[in-house]
């Protein structure tokens, strides 16, 4: 009961915290469009190459792009309002369908990505914290800071050199074998094989970033004095530090894991590029390219929306992990 | 792939603290081996950056030889050349120029960003601080990858804007930090002294506080610049890159396309990347433990 | 035979000898003060015994013996089978010695099912007996309380509640009230008191505060520098202290005793302090001795018994 009246207080806070965030950016987006070069019109009657100025101002009025700035704004503020992010001439559906489309594939490698990275990083933090100073942690911390220092997306191509094309293991392209039927299990091991390297790539930077964290954070823990009492009862130093140290330590680490979820979506457009990965991120290159920036800005938006709600997420994880949180 | 948020963790604690005497300072920047590892790996970057027209002269464009020789195949060529006969050698000294070049530049408009809302923000509290953290948080939630490409699609690429835009996605982090310094510097004693004597705000922010608040700025710096050289090589990887400035990230994405038969075309830029990444990361963490003496070392 | 014998124990630090040489027993159900300003080695001798000293501290000789058995031969699994059975510990703060992110239900519960074998449903059943023990109001309720919602005195009390649970033979109590107001103080001393003669447990009472020591334990141990300098009963050692740093703890309580609040640094009212110990050949308190003679800084002076006392000080005594 009283976890309940904790999640509800964390939400009710985020919630109230969200809402002008989720305004600000909004209007932030408008603000990138107006100042985006020419628009779709142009584009469309360049690649036509043979428009005339009617044909145009006709274009330009069945996209409500000749109006004045401000009823602009009101409009799209209207639209947004009933989930109308407006039409894209260029890939000829309706921009949220168009992202609806690639949101699950993000998601899916995101998630796979982050955890993949909070596993791998609390195991390497906290091994490099239990052995503090001595070969194992020097060793760790080589490796840590290395990660830390390669272009994700350069470890990702190194890994296919390694495992697609000198082994011969794992797929590189797209998330799924083309023209396959499978069902099942074949289907499932068939996308996490391809889910592998794109994620590896994407978490390569976060893994260094969680372990470094966990390291400096388990070794704050272990001074404190109620590490001793837990000692004094006579508990294993294994579930010492299991039960009393990392909980503890995994505190500072969500905080950092929310501040990076932006980061880790940014990244997500260069391996989704390099993976052929058909989410979100690749759909903003592809509208960079096409030059139909209401799609590129309706993928900045709704990965906004994405981190907030992931940073809701968050904030519950936080309440859960920290009994002090969401009490006034 | 820019992640500024990592540097609040690691500098939250360097505090505030009268500065010590100089000479112990210099001494303990020469004890330190990261920081001096650090220091002379990049050392060695900047020269190249700085002589590379005159260890490889010409324009490393051009074709030279041979395509798609491998490393060691030709002495005159020790690493390789490219499918269209360029030297990978001279392509990858004089790339060292925009690497360097926008790492440098991103991060002094993001500090300069992040110190002044920062500093503003912690100074005034209030109104002016809810509204600029506003902002902050605003920048935050936005995918910073994302932010630099659309800037980059609204100014065309090129060195300038593309330092530009990095450095106008990546100034929250520093924001926070420097915010954190003001509101605890703020009350100080000799702040008040200040105040009490009359000096001006602009005074007081510029001579008084600021000082005192800069050594986790100086950390955030390197850890800026660093993550500023990764983004760029992600951005020219994507082709987002000036058309005339050879790039590391550039190089890689050229070399995509022949990852089975010439791979080290791919692997040698990214190892650029990564070790000049790595020598600032060295500094960072030599100047953290350097000013935050406290800091683990169990 | 006594239940816990510190013999000739040295623990050093980088670069520094915390505890040098020391040696006390405590007779089981009875109270060992062992007092000393901060600093003197007091709560280092303490975490010894539990063999819970920071990494980098490290016990140089001596032994440490509970019924005959060498605590310090122990294996590192042996060792966790006296920590909380047989030995228990009470540490100073008790803002920070519990676990923030954890129920104290749980925190109690986990070192009976270290111990016992006894089930979750079980244990639960005994932290609320164990909680009412040390009464805490409304107990079934509070179990499930985290340490953020308790006050510092209750904190106290459930770090009682821990440290009794499995009916351990020696309680350390590391300064366990100096974080605590006056009143909260007595009426923890009491309840630790109390449950000392329902449970028969030793108590090792680590203080600095000499009126604590007047009123709750059977027998002192003065600690300085690193050294016991005097042992006795309270009544004698009140009645008569014998070494001139024992006169000087003394003569400076009586002078504040008027107005009943005991200050934390009436130690330093002695002239100089305990850093003067540092590097001196002989008796560590010679640079602070009202009656030193050169003679004192030759040598440090062993622990002689005087009939049921004994006093590290050859210029006092029969």
């Known amino acids: 009961m009283r976890m309940g009246r904790r999640i509800a207080a964390t939400l009710r806070r985020t919630a109230i915290h969200a809402g002008p965030t989720v305004l600000g950016i909004i209007v932030l987006d408008f603000l990138f469009l107006q100042l985006m ?57 309706s921009v949220l369908d168009i992202i609806m489309a690639r949101l699950p594939n993000t998601v899916l490698l995101m998630l796979t990505a982050l955890s993949f990275a909070l596993l791998l990083g609390i195991v390497l933090g906290s091994v490099m914290a239990a052995w503090a100073g001595r070969w194992p942690d020097r060793v760790l911390s080589v490796v840590v800071l290395l990660l830390y220092s390669m272009p994700g997306f350069w470890v990702g191509l190194m890994a296919v050199v390694l495992f697609s094309v000198k ?26 094989a391809h889910l592998v390297l794109p994620a590896l790539a994407l978490a390569s930077f976060f893994v260094a970033v969680y372990a ?56 997500a457009v260069v391996v989704e590029t390099l993976f052929g990965w058909p989410g979100m991120g690749r759909l903003a290159l592809e509208a960079v390219l096409a030059r139909d920036f209401s799609v590129l800005l309706g993928v900045l938006l709704l990965s906004s929306l994405l981190v907030i709600v992931a940073n809701v997420a968050i904030d519950l994880l936080h309440a859960w992990l920290d009994p002090r949180i969401g009490e006034a | 792939m820019t992640v500024d948020a990592e540097l609040t963790p690691k500098v939250a604690d360097v ?123 605003l920048f935050q939630t936005t995918p910073t990858f994302l932010l630099v490409i659309v800037i980059l699609v609204i100014v065309d690429p090129s060195l300038p804007t593309i330092a530009m835009a990095i450095g106008v996605s990546s100034w929250p982090t520093v924001a926070r930090l420097v915010r954190a310094q003001f509101r605890s510097l703020r009350e100080a004693d000799f702040v008040m002294a200040a105040r009490s004597l009359g000096y001006s705000r602009l005074r007081i922010i510029v001579q008084e506080i600021l000082p005192n608040a800069l050594p986790p700025v100086i950390v955030a710096a390197s850890v800026m610049i660093a993550n500023a050289i990764l983004t760029e090589a992600g951005l020219s990887f994507l082709n987002m890159r000036d058309p005339n400035v050879l790039s590391w990230g550039g190089m890689i994405g050229d070399g995509r396309d022949q990852l089975r038969n010439a791979w080290f075309l791919t692997a040698l830029p990214g190892a650029a990347i990564a070790m000049a990444v790595l020598s600032l990361n060295l500094v960072g963490d030599g100047l953290n433990e350097i000013l935050n003496p406290r800091s683990d070392q169990s | 035979m006594s239940l816990l014998s510190v013999e000739k124990l040295t623990v050093a630090f980088p670069g520094q000898v915390a505890v040098r040489e020391t040696s006390f027993a405590i007779a089981p159900g009875e109270t060992l003060a062992l007092v000393g300003e901060s600093g003197c080695g007091k709560s280092v001798t303490a975490f010894s015994v539990m063999r819970l000293l920071p990494p980098n501290a490290r016990v140089a000789s001596g032994r440490i013996l509970l019924e005959g058995t060498d605590l310090l031969a122990l294996s590192p699994a042996g060792m966790r089978e006296v920590r909380g059975k047989q030995i228990s510990l009470i540490q100073q703060e008790p803002m920070t010695s519990l676990n923030p992110v954890l129920s104290i239900g749980l925190q109690i519960a986990e070192v009976l099912r270290r111990h016992e074998k006894v089930s979750r449903k079980q244990a639960r059943a005994r932290a609320i007996e164990l909680l009412d023990l040390v009464s805490i109001p409304d107990a079934h309720r509070r179990i499930d309380d985290y340490p ?35 009143t909260t103080q007595a009426q923890v001393l009491d309840l630790l008191d109390d449950l000392r003669h329902r449970l028969g447990m030793a108590v090792l009472l680590i203080t600095h505060d000499l ?108």
Not at chain 1, 57 to 84: C, I, N, T, W, Y
Not at chain 2, 110 to 127: K, P, S, T
């Open chain 2, 15 to 137: 505090g505030s603290r009268a500065a010590p005497r100089k000479g112990r300072r210099l001494r303990a920047f020469l004890r330190n081996p990261t920081f001096i590892a650090g220091v002379a790996i990049l050392g060695f970057f900047v020269l190249l950056a700085l002589f590379a027209d005159m260890l490889f002269p010409g324009d490393p464009m051009d074709m030279v030889a041979q395509p798609l020789l491998w490393p060691g195949d030709d002495a005159q060529y020790p690493l390789g050349t490219d499918s269209l006969g360029r030297d990978v050698l001279a392509q990858l000294v004089h790339g060292t120029r925009a690497s360097l070049l926008v790492g440098f530049f991103a991060a002094a408009i993001g500090l300069a960003i992040g110190m002044a809302v920062g500093a503003a923000a912690g100074f005034f509290g209030g109104w002016t601080d809810t509204l600029l953290m506003r902002l902050v948080e």
């Open chain 1, 37 to 93: 070069p020419g628009d779709a019109a142009d584009v469309m009657a360049i690649e036509a190459g043979s428009a005339t100025a009617e044909t145009m101002a006709m274009m330009r009025e069945r996209f409500g792009l000749d109006q004045p700035v401000l009823s602009q704004l009101a409009s799209f503020l209207g639209h947004l309002a009933q989930l109308d992010l407006g039409y894209s001439p260029r890939f000829n559906a």
């Open chain 1, 167 to 192: 082994l011969g293991w794992l797929p590189n392209d797209s998330n799924m074998t083309i023209g396959s039927d499978f069902t099942g299990w074949a289907l499932i091991a068939d996308r996490a």
């Open chain 3, 148 to 182: 953020h919602n308790l006050s510092g005195g209750m904190r106290q009390r459930v770090m009682i509640a821990m440290a009794v649970a499995c009916h351990p033979k020696l309680l350390i109590a590391d300064e366990p009230t100096t974080a605590l107001d006056v």
């Open chain 1, 212 to 267: 470094r964290l966990v390291r400096a954070s388990m070794l704050e823990v272990q001074r404190q004095d109620f590490m001793r009492t837990a000692h004094a009862k006579g508990l294993h130093p294994f579930l010492i530090q299991l039960r009393h140290a990392l909980r503890n330590a995994l505190i500072p680490v969500t905080t950092v894991a929310g501040m990076h979820l932006g980061n880790l979506l940014g990244g």
């Open chain 3, 211 to 318: 009126g604590v020591v007047a009123q709750w334990a059977d027998r002192i141990s003065v600690m300085y520098a690193g050294r016991i300098v005097e042992q006795a009963g309270i009544k004698p050692f009140f009645a008569e202290p014998l070494h001139p740093y024992s006169r000087g703890l003394l003569g400076a309580r009586v002078d504040v005793e008027a107005d009943e609040h005991y200050s934390r640094n009436r130690l330093s009212e002695i002239p100089g302090s305990v850093g003067s110990a540092l590097g001196e050949a002989g008796c560590s308190f010679a640079p602070r001795c009202p009656i030193a003679v050169p003679g004192c800084r030759i040598a440090p002076p062993p622990l002689v018994a005087h009939g049921e006392r004994a006093v590290a000080c050859p210029r006092v005594g029969a």
